[in-house]
């Protein structure tokens, strides 16, 4: 920190601009990797990004123009046409709470049978224990695809390809591993002698856990919920493999316009509506992650 | 009337025996301490009376009732534990108030014995702070403020003390003692600190390896430790292997007086440091002399009020003696030691004690 006393005899010594100077040479040879990286990094992220962004915006945009030519807000007769037909697509009328109602069950299912179970992986120590909690990361460990198309054989013998229950089961499966590891860790975080303290001025152990055990575990808890949400509202192969055609979710509907359609903006107007609830559900999680529940939750 | 009774109480985790067949009897009021060192089955015996282990074996009783049926919710005892005690979701008034809570009480009486509560621990005014902004002390004090607001009849405390610092454990020593007198309360309070253990308890359990070694007064155990564990375990002691042949016993080139009756075999002496009177300048051969023995003051300790010192004594090893402050007395001074009182015990028969009458010109430490 520089002090603001002046120096009695200031010949021989620098001026202010030489001093600036100086010092943003040494700040840049002290950073100046940290700098280029993420500089880079940003024009990695945000280039594709704005290339979405034009495209869901724009009217006309022809090589080798860098930004649009017509703005969609600037078509005189039909403004914002590509808005106005995306919109009154059925598929994407329905694909949006179809989407939303699909996560929401997917997510519920998996609350309901993962918190029971990740509470008994952390209270508990049964024979395979250890084996089994790993087991859960088979479904990562194989190219999900492979996976999918096999699993499709057996769903087609349950009468279940198509439909909504598939869907519900085969998403089910992807959120297993975060609804049980992510809880699991939270659930051992919770000290035995802080539910034995609630036994012991007599409440009964279902009052401990909804009392004392939950409260301390629901910001992980919810965190893994989020993550839970979000991927199965973004999860595209599983829910393309098994729904189609009957059912299709706005992720599987986004794919088809980005690879079928030869005008862009479809697909671009659509991605950025996906990014919509993305956004909000990250920020949260960002409040989340600041309290360090995230990365406590993978220390099985 | 809060009695407890310990009936032959065993925990056994597959082949390991934690716990060994122990019994005991707790008087109402009374403040019983369990002392071991770890692993000794002090913590089990502890969670076992308050519902947190099924015995293997045996019975708990209180007021002659058994309670080894009924789940930690329901049983008559509280206890505090060793460390996160606190909910840190709730409030330190929230956190008192459960256990009210769950009884149905109306809330003004909940808040007024939450209240009481805290001035009984000395903390009035913390009731709307969270655990998080309390030290460690003051977050013990309220967990004894918990678990006396309901009223138990016994009150179970699992090395409370332990993770505090030492200046705030004395202090809290004495709250807890005061607060115990003051309610009346029958404690059993498990440690492995034989000071606390000694300053605090109307009784001490000694267990060591699942068993019972001694149970009696301190002073009692203090000053007539029932076997050699308990001997060394329990304040500074010189353990000293001898032999005893026909009434001496020799350690080295120093004999004793053996005790009435000694049977002739290997014997292991103890002496308590402040037992062992001290005569500067030996070397004169007065080891001839049963009792007084010849040494080499080989190392002086300064600790406040006394000071240690450590004599080499010949054959023997290095022997531990307390000697005032005002003592003149420097590393490499030869010096004669005469022990006043020392306990002798032998393998398969009971401890025996010796006393001696001092000699003239023999500073004794008091």
């Known amino acids: ?300 | 009337m809060s009695t407890l009774t310990l009936i032959n109480l065993r925990k056994q985790f597959g082949d390991v025996v934690a716990v060994n067949d122990i019994n005991f009897e707790v008087a109402d009021g009374e403040f019983l301490c369990i002392l071991g060192p770890s692993g000794c089955g002090k913590s089990t015996a502890l969670r076992m009376i308050g519902g947190f282990e099924m015995p293997t074996g045996g019975d708990v009783r209180i007021d002659g009732v058994s309670v080894v049926d009924q789940p930690p919710n329901k049983r008559p005892t509280a206890m505090v534990f060793q460390k996160y005690t606190l909910w840190p979701h709730m409030k330190v008034s929230e956190n008192i108030g459960f256990g009210l809570q769950l009884r149905g009480l109306p809330r003004a009486e909940i808040a007024q014995k939450v209240q009481e509560s805290l001035t009984l621990v000395g903390l009035p005014t913390y009731g709307n702070r969270y655990p998080a902004q309390l030290s460690g002390g003051e977050q013990q004090r309220i967990a004894l403020a918990r678990a006396l607001v309901l009223r138990p009849k016994i009150l179970l405390l699992d090395e409370p003390f332990s993770n505090l610092d030492a200046l705030l454990r004395v202090r809290l020593r004495e709250e807890l003692r005061r607060i115990q007198r003051q309610v009346r309360i029958t404690a059993i309070f498990v440690t492995h600190d034989q000071e606390e253990a000694l300053s605090l308890a109307d009784r001490i359990v000694v267990m060591n390896k699942g068993r019972i070694e001694q149970i009696d007064k301190p002073s009692a155990i203090y000053s007539s430790p029932r076997s050699l564990f308990v001997a060394d375990f329990i304040g500074t002691m010189n353990l000293l292997p001898g032999k005893a042949t026909n009434g001496a016993i020799t350690l080295g080139e120093v004999r004793l007086p053996a005790p009435e009756n000694q049977p002739n075999g290997p014997v292991t002496v103890a002496i308590r440091p402040e037992e062992l009177a001290l005569a500067t300048g030996g070397g004169n051969g007065r080891n001839g002399n049963i009792g007084l023995w010849d040494g080499v003051v080989s190392q002086l300790m300064d600790l406040g009020h006394y000071r240690k010192a450590l004599i080499d004594v010949q054959g023997v090893g290095l022997v531990k003696v307390y000697v005032a402050k005002t003592a003149q007395l420097g590393e490499g001074d030869s010096v004669a030691l005469y022990p006043l009182r020392y306990m002798v015990y032998t393998e398969g028969a009971a401890p025996a004690e010796v006393r001696q009458q001092p000699i003239e010109g023999v500073m004794v430490y008091q």
């Open chain 1, 1 to 300: 920190m520089a002090t603001l006393t002046a120096p009695q005899d200031t010949s021989g010594l620098p001026t202010f601009r030489v001093l600036a100077r100086r010092s943003f040479a040494a700040f840049l040879r002290r950073e100046g990797f940290g700098l280029f990286a993420l500089i880079g990094l940003l024009i990695f992220i945000l280039g594709p990004m704005m290339s979405v962004i034009f495209w869901a915006f724009a009217d006309r945009w022809r090589y080798p123009s860098l930004v649009p030519q017509v703005w969609a807000w600037q078509n005189e007769a039909e403004p914002w046409r590509f808005w106005t037909e995306t919109f009154s697509r059925a598929d994407i009328l329905r694909g949006l709470p179809l989407s939303i109602g699909l996560a929401t069950i997917v997510t519920g299912l998996s609350m309901l049978i993962c918190l029971p179970a990740a509470y008994a992986f952390a209270r508990f120590r049964f024979p395979g224990r250890q084996l089994f909690l790993l087991s859960f990361l088979t479904t990562n460990a194989f190219p999900r695809l492979g996976l999918y198309v096999t699993i499709s054989v057996v769903f087609y013998q349950l009468r279940l390809m198509g439909t909504v229950p598939g869907v519900v089961l085969i998403q089910l499966v992807n959120t297993l591993l975060l609804m049980i590891w992510i809880p699991t860790a939270a659930f051992q975080g919770v000290d035995r002698a802080l539910e034995e303290a609630g036994l012991d001025v007599g409440a009964s152990p279902r009052r401990v856990f909804f009392q004392i055990t939950l409260p301390l575990v629901l910001p992980a808890l919810s965190a893994a919920v989020l993550l839970t949400f979000v991927g199965t509202f973004y999860e595209a192969q599983g829910a393309f493999i098994i729904g189609i055609p009957n059912v299709r979710t706005l992720p599987v509907i986004m794919y088809t316009l980005i690879e079928n359609q030869v005008v862009a903006q479809y697909g671009a107007i659509v991605s950025l509506v996906l990014w919509v609830p993305s956004l909000f559900m990250l920020m949260f999680a960002n409040r989340l992650l600041r309290g360090g529940y995230l990365t406590a939750g993978f220390g099985v």
